[in-house]
C-alpha cells in the first residue's frame, strides 16, 4: 500500500470523534486546511502537548484531525483525551478503513490537505521522530 500522492484528491471519510461527535471530512472541505495525523500506536505527553497547543494557534484556519486505530478502550480513551484538554477529533479507526483510504500501513504519517480536497503534503515518520516542525509543515503547505 502507497501514501497518497501530493496533488490527489483525498478521499472524504467521516468517523466517530472521541473528543465527542462525529468528524464530516466534508464539513471543512472548502472552508478550511486539514492536517491529518495518523498518530502512534502509544501516547508521548509532549507530543500531545505540542499538537494540542497547535490546534490552539491555528484552529481558524487549520482543522487538525488524528486518526488512532488501538486504544484499551473507548470509555477510557475519552477520559483520557478531556483530561489532557485536547479538543480537536480525534476519530477512532478500530477497522482501519482510514487507515487504507489514505494508504497508511503503520503510523505515524502526516498528510496536508488544502481547502480543495487536494494532498499538499505527506510525509512518513517514525513514531519517535513525530515531532512538531512536521506538524507545522504540513498546516503551512494546508493553508
Not at 11 to 23: D, N, Q
Not at 67 to 83: E, G, N
Not at 105 to 122: D, H, L, M, R, W
Amino acid at each position: 500500500m502507497a501514501l497518497l500522492q501530493i496533488g490527489a484528491a483525498a478521499p472524504a471519510f467521516k468517523g466517530m470523534s472521541l473528543t465527542g461527535g462525529e468528524f464530516d471530512f466534508e464539513t471543512f472541505k472548502g472552508t478550511k486546511g486539514i492536517v491529518i495525523t495518523f498518530s502512534p500506536d502509544q501516547i508521548n505527553p509532549t507530543q500531545v502537548s505540542w499538537a494540542k497547543n497547535l490546534y490552539e494557534k491555528n484552529k481558524a484556519d487549520i482543522e487538525m484531525v488524528s486518526v488512532t486505530r488501538k486504544i484499551p478502550s473507548v470509555t477510557m480513551a475519552k477520559a483520557f483525551l478531556m483530561q489532557l484538554g485536547i479538543k480537536f477529533p480525534v476519530v477512532y479507526d478500530q477497522k482501519q478503513e482510514v487507515f487504507g483510504l489514505y494508504g497508511v500501513e503503520s503510523p505515524v504519517v502526516i498528510y496536508g490537505i488544502n481547502k480543495a480536497g487536494v494532498v499538499t503534503y505527506a510525509a512518513q515518520v517514525e513514531p519517535k521522530d513525530f515531532k512538531q516542525a512536521a506538524v507545522e509543515e504540513a498546516m503551512a503547505q494546508a493553508r
